[in-house]
């Protein structure tokens, strides 16, 4: 059983400067050793140089936990963010705490509502059935009669955000001071961890995720996307208590051998769900972990957590119909304006350089995430996995990306999971163009 997340500043503080230390001494070895190399040779090391270093890092993150391990795995998602064989090692990250035993269970219920579990509901299962990445779900029935899932957050998790988000950007800079690991600008760096830090508070606020449920429950979603139902009176800012939904998780479901009808149709719920959240609803389900959908009966797909959400401004569409547009069309200055005109890339940066350095690094990634969008109908059993960004590739972008809009990186965590949810399907589904044809500037997006 894993250990709970050290609550101590002083002791979160040792691991990172331990951590510290050991990346002063794997530089130094590196360094000397790079000498003697030719340059395949030196491209290797670098590469298992970054593993290395990502392993120092995956590890005082796993010892401190808490916040501090679930911002690594958030950071380990942003597509090109960081070399990638450290951001392999961080994507390792799976926030593990020890279980809430049945004292503390009722000592937090009693600290949120005044009561222990008796007399709150009509039954209530001290054994949680599901682990959340920052609490537990345990099993209940309300008085009046409706089965619930019930999540109860771990202890201690709000009050060490700011601390530990500040030993994540001590050690992610002493990664890069003195050292060939090249990570983005910095100031591009600090609006991504902030951004990170906003969000992560924005999760353990419970009652902020009950009203997002509440509020896409009454939009008019697609038919067949079902929302559960929250109850307000057993709910509180670390409590969440919501209509237990019937239905089986990804791999459960796949489990059962499918056929090939049903993920086909479960594939476009997913693919509608997400093109509804960006078109009409302009706000996306920004967590796109596999256990945040249930394969209901009857066709229906459940949308469980809505802890990370986001709010799309038509500034971010724009770039996005405009960018992916102008690539799918290979109109290599139409994307150099575009990324211009938001400021992804610097007002110096010259067309030539754009086209002749950056592009090209970019190129296999962007390439990966548009190529369903090349087709009418596409069969994502033949999607091919996410491409490898290559240390050279990588070092090229990150010296010429300027700015990034706040909500991009979770735009694309967004869009990757669900790419990463259809491939796993093998789904073969409708892609629906009609959207990208619209120009770049049209307020009125329609799918």
Do not use: C
Request: zero cysteines; aromatic letters at 6%.
């Amino acid at each position: 059983m894993s250990t709970a997340p050290r609550q101590s500043r002083l002791a979160r503080g040792g691991v990172a400067g331990l951590a510290l230390a050991r990346v002063g001494l794997a530089k130094l070895g590196h360094g000397a050793a790079q000498l003697a190399r030719d340059e395949a040779g030196r491209q290797q090391a670098q590469a298992a140089h970054e593993a290395q270093l990502g392993r120092i890092l995956f590890s005082a993150l796993n010892q401190l936990k808490g916040t501090a391990l679930k911002a690594s795995q958030l950071l380990s998602m942003e597509l090109g963010l960081l070399p990638e064989s450290l951001r392999g090692q961080l994507a390792q990250a799976h926030y593990q705490a020890t279980p809430l035993n049945r004292a503390h269970v009722i000592k937090l219920l009693r600290q949120e509502f005044g009561q222990g579990p008796e007399q709150l509901f009509a039954e209530f299962q001290p054994q949680a059935f599901a682990a959340a990445s920052l609490g537990q779900v345990h099993e209940a029935r309300a008085h009046t009669g409706e089965r619930l899932a019930v999540k109860l957050q771990y202890p201690g998790m709000a009050a060490t955000i700011a601390s530990d988000m500040s030993l994540l950007r001590g050690l992610l800079r002493g990664l890069q001071q003195g050292s060939s690991v090249h990570l983005p600008d910095q100031a591009l760096l600090a609006n991504v961890l902030a951004d990170i830090e906003t969000k992560l508070a924005e999760e353990l606020d419970y009652r902020r995720e009950a009203a997002e449920l509440d509020w896409f429950a009454q939009q008019a979603l697609p038919p067949g996307l079902i929302v559960p139902k929250v109850f307000p009176g057993l709910s509180s800012g670390r409590v969440l208590s919501m209509e237990m939904l019937e239905g089986l998780h990804l791999e459960a479901w796949l489990a059962q051998q499918p056929s090939q009808a049903q993920r086909d149709h479960f594939g476009q719920l997913l693919l509608t769900q997400f093109m509804h959240g960006l078109l009409t609803l302009r706000r996306l389900q920004a967590d796109p972990h596999p256990g945040n959908f249930l394969f209901m009966p009857e066709g229906r797909l459940g949308l469980l957590d809505f802890g990370r959400t986001l709010a799309l401004e038509d500034e971010l569409l724009a770039l996005i119909q405009a960018s992916w547009g102008a690539r799918l069309a290979g109109d290599d200055a139409a994307l150099f304006e575009a990324y211009r005109h938001h400021q992804l890339i610097a007002p110096t940066l010259s067309r030539r350089r754009f086209s002749s350095e950056l592009l090209p690094a970019l190129r296999p990634m962007l390439d990966w995430q548009l190529e369903p969008w090349r087709h009418a109908h596409f069969d994502f059993g033949h999607f091919k996995a996410l491409p490898r960004m290559e240390p050279a590739a990588h070092r090229q972008a990150m010296a010429m990306l300027h700015r990034l809009p706040p909500a991009l990186p979770f735009f694309d965590r967004a869009y990757l999971g669900l790419l990463q949810l259809l491939r796993r399907l093998g789904a073969r589904l409708e892609i629906p163009l009609e959207w990208l044809m619209n120009s770049p500037t049209s307020k009125e997006l329609s799918i």
